[in-house]
């Protein structure tokens, strides 16, 4: 039966599509519950890179259910974009099946977006400027399109007009003529929904009957715990639940169906866009980190910010998600980099020491890691297999890490391709 979400542990970008991969080869379907093509997916597969936005990685699976959740906000520019370049590729897409409660991106989304940031000046969030905000406030707005409304033009073009006039005011100020034509956005979507019907369906009821059957499904999170719009660092997080609960409203089961959840976090960390990072590297060791790391984004190829790994983090999204697993991704990339530092507490700027992350954002935003430091190692693990052949430094490495946060480390990441993970022993 089992149900198994795998979600970020960290700021996102922690390799979840690898594990994600990894898994979708045995499990009989994977489906995505929140985020939209602000994600990014970067899978290697012999001589072959896949970069995904939008569709879960475990398309490549033929013709098992890979789904994308009600939950999803989704951009058909970008989704019919991706489809091309599998078809291009040879990719049997016959197991693709989306919501038709999923809610659309539209044009004035991407503006709205890009207005907000701009007009928050200083103080923006540095958002991936896809939509996604807006698409999400529409849809608690009771302003938003979903995916089934591309199949009957009608309702289409009612609901695009009700979307459009509050939209064009609020441009106003940004966009002097907005190219936001009723007739011919209808006409466009309406082609969306031509080449997309095929794989429209209740991914909810296909969940549950695979479930039901017996069968294993994957529960693909975006992005990750800290950029959780509930419990990230409001209000520099995206506008979705990333954290494991959310793939029950996102795919549609009950809380009973998740059997497991795997939180995977870097062995250091990153961060995209503004916000509080405690354990942030803003030095030269830090652009060494990035570098090492190849640490530039997949949607938007800003560099990240990076530092050292935070426990107290990590600590912080094992509580909120009920990690059952961890997976660690990026172990190779702290060879030869010398001793190792671990965030295990903070200090406030009152002189407080702290071993649980603050709710408060003032505190937040003034904290000093308090570190452990562990000793490094020289090898070079990429060719590592197995557990028994990590030097003892990087056993130590994971053991402390699994220790601190109490959750067994599962599997290890020890470069971009999929051979290139450790399962550990429990
Ligand atoms: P949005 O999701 O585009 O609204 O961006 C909100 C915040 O989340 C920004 O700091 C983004 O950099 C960050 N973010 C969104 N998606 C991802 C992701 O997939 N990886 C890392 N950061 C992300």
Redesign the pocket.
Known sequence: MPGIVIVGAQ???EGKGKLVDLMAEKADGVIRYQ?GN???HTIVHGDVTWKFHLIPSGILYSSKPCMIGNGVVIDPVVLTGELDGLKGRGVDLSGLKISANAHLIMPYHLML?TAGEARLGKLQ??????G??PAYMDKAARLGIRVQDLLDEKILKKKIAAALAPKKAQLRDWEKDPALDLQSMTEEYLAYGNRIEQYITDTAKLVHEELKGGGTIIFEG???AM?DIDHGTYP????SNPIAGAACVGAGVGPLAINEVWGVAKAYAT?????PFPTELDNEFGETLRKAGGEF?T?TGRPRRTGWLDLVQLKYAARINGFSHLAITKLDVLSGLGDLKLCTSYKTNTGAELDDFPYHQSVVHHLEPVYTTLPGWDEDLTKVREEKDLPDAAREYLAFIAHEVEVPVAMVGVGPARDQMITMSA
């Open positions: 700021w996102g970008d985020g602000n994600a990014g977006d969030i540095g958002t991936t400027r896809r996604i905000g975006a992005q990750g950029l520099f997080v995206t506008s961060r995209v866009g503004a916000g984004g949607t």
